[in-house]
Nanobody
Framework: QVQLVESGVGLVQTGGSLRLSCAASGRTFSTSAMGWFRQVPGKEREFVAYITWRTGSTYYADSVKGRFSISRHNAKNTLVLQMNNLRPEDTAVYYC?????????????????WGQGTQVTVSS
């Protein structure tokens, strides 16, 4: 099993920045990549970004490209999402997830482990 714990809940104004972290523990060697997703009540879960543990290859949703940056600290098993130039439409609960062979999965269906989620609110 892999346990994921997000931190960094925040309220920020439009144009501001927030940094989310996700601490992974347990059998992290069973996963090859981690990602961030977000969800607004009543809407489908939305892919945000993805990164591989070994090479650091990244992939972003078009809606966040150029504004968000995903990174990982392998020694600390920590995933980070730096969010800049935030917009009201970025308001959501953000989840980190981990899995193996998840490249190209924007639905989240192939991710095996999920954090509890952390609220991000961007005021206009």
């Amino acid at each position: 099993q892999v346990q994921l714990v997000e931190s960094g809940v925040g309220l920020v104004q439009t144009g501001g920045s927030l940094r989310l972290s996700c601490a992974a523990s347990g059998r992290t060697f069973s996963t090859s990549a981690m990602g961030w997703f977000r969800q607004v009540p009543g809407k489908e879960r939305e892919f945000v970004a993805y990164i591989t543990w070994r090479t650091g290859s990244t992939y972003y949703a078009d809606s966040v490209k150029g504004r968000f940056s995903i990174s990982r600290h392998n020694a600390k098993n920590t995933l980070v999402l730096q969010m800049n130039n935030l917009r009201p439409e970025d308001t959501a609960v953000y989840y980190c997830a981990a899995g193996d062979r998840v490249f190209g999965d924007t639905s989240g269906s192939r991710y095996s482990y999920w954090g509890q989620g952390t609220q991000v609110t961007v005021s206009s």
